[in-house]
């Protein structure tokens, strides 16, 4: 899977009034995950394990235009805790802190919090860096987890707004039914890649979009596919 510059369909205002450092830093970003995709050859791709660890030391940050369309996402449905299942080097989760603090400071209701997990801790390290770039009001609002999810997320988690699934595509489907229960009505689920990996999303997809599920769900035509769902529950 050789990464492409992917023109975005999104505006440039998307992030009007966020401070010229951060959109500055969020470009940098961008520009350097992209020249590591370049060097992955698509045989990288063919399992999981190898995906795995060939992005160890890797951002796989999600697109530009996919952030930019998650943070107008996040402030549609004024969301205001957020779980982002597989931090990295934090990129996505600066998009979701932005949000959520636009959100706050627009309708109150605060504190906010982005929750991110991590289980490399190099990443953790790397994404805490990015976030002190950026300053106090951005790392201020995000609770970064390190260690196997599974275990992380048990705790201290109530009414998530929505779900980010940009991880091991094994653990997908465990993570959504983790988070699931804590999830409120008319929460939103993204989950990247869905097209390109599809067969290794198989198990997740299948859930998500069987009937009485829950949700309602669609792929969005970006780049590899995205996946969106909706938590609609029967109520009882």
Same mark, same amino acid.
């Given at each position: ?27 940098? +970003? ?9 060097? +992955? ?5 063919? *399992? ?24 107008? +996402? ?88 929505? +779900? ?28 990247? *890649? ?41 109520? *009882?």
């Amino acid at each position: 899977m050789a990464a492409q510059a992917h023109p975005s369909s999104i505006p440039e205002n998307t992030l009007e009034g966020v401070p010229a450092h951060i959109v500055a830093l969020l470009d940098r +970003l961008h520009d350097e995950s992209l020249k590591q995709e370049a060097s +992955l050859r698509p045989e990288d791709f063919r *399992n999981d394990e190898t995906v795995h660890d060939l992005t160890r030391d890797k951002f796989i940050a999600l697109d530009a235009d996919k952030a930019r369309y998650l943070y107008m +996402l996040c402030r549609a449905i004024n969301a205001k805790t957020i779980v982002e299942a597989g931090t990295s080097f934090g990129v996505s989760t600066i998009y979701l802190a932005l949000a959520v603090l636009a959100n706050v400071r627009a309708t109150g209701g605060g504190p906010g919090r982005v929750i991110g997990t991590e289980h490399e801790p190099t990443k953790a390290a790397r994404a805490r860096e990015h976030w002190r770039e950026c300053g106090d009001d951005v790392a201020g609002v995000i609770d970064l987890r390190e260690g196997d999810l599974r275990e992380t997320l048990k705790q201290d988690l109530e009414n998530v707004d929505l +779900l980010l699934l940009d991880i091991w595509t094994p653990m997908a489907l465990p993570t959504l039914k983790l988070v699931q229960p804590k999830m409120r009505y008319g929460a939103v689920v993204i989950a990247d *890649n869905t097209i390109s990996a599809a067969s290794s999303y198989k198990d997740f997809l299948e859930y998500i979009r069987a009937p009485n599920s829950g949700f309602i769900s669609q792929t969005l035509p970006f780049h590899n596919g995205l996946e969106m769902s909706i938590y609609l529950p029967q109520k *009882n």
